[in-house]
């Protein structure tokens, strides 16, 4: 069985800082995409950033570039998502995700339940 389970999550005031976690088990992390994504209230799901294990390189959504960084520890199986300089527009449900073919926006193979983020103004 696949489990992806994000913790981390909750309440910070703007400028703040927050640090979720993702354990992922039963695949193999080297072989697969690996991302970020978000929804805020009434919106679509938008990706937050995606590392990409063909090149080893990570990509930014625009809105958090400079401001979030994601990390991978392969030996621990886990997937991290540093977030700094909070703003209100970045509160909403943080999922993490893995896909076998790529940092695709409209399919990954696995999801967490996902976590929230709350930034108050």
């Known amino acids: 069985e696949v489990l992806l389970v994000e913790s981390g999550g909750g309440l910070v005031q703007a400028g703040g800082s927050l640090r979720l976690s993702c354990k992922i088990t039963?695949?193999?992390?080297?072989?697969?995409?690996l991302a970020w994504f978000r929804q805020a209230p009434g919106k679509a799901r938008d990706g937050v950033s995606c590392?990409?294990?063909?090149?080893?390189?990570?990509s930014y959504e625009d809105s958090v570039k400079g401001r979030f960084t994601m990390s991978i520890d392969f030996v621990k199986n886990t997937v991290y998502l540093q977030m700094d300089s909070l703003r209100p527009e970045d509160t909403a449900i943080y999922y993490c995700?893995?896909?076998?073919?790529?940092?695709?926006?409209?399919?990954?193979?696995?999801w967490g339940q996902g976590t929230q983020v709350t930034v108050s103004s």
């Open positions: 995700s893995a896909d076998s073919m790529g940092c695709r926006l409209d399919h990954q193979d696995y």
């Open positions: 039963g695949i193999p992390l080297e072989r697969y995409y």
């Open positions: 590392f990409a294990n063909h090149d080893g390189l990570t």
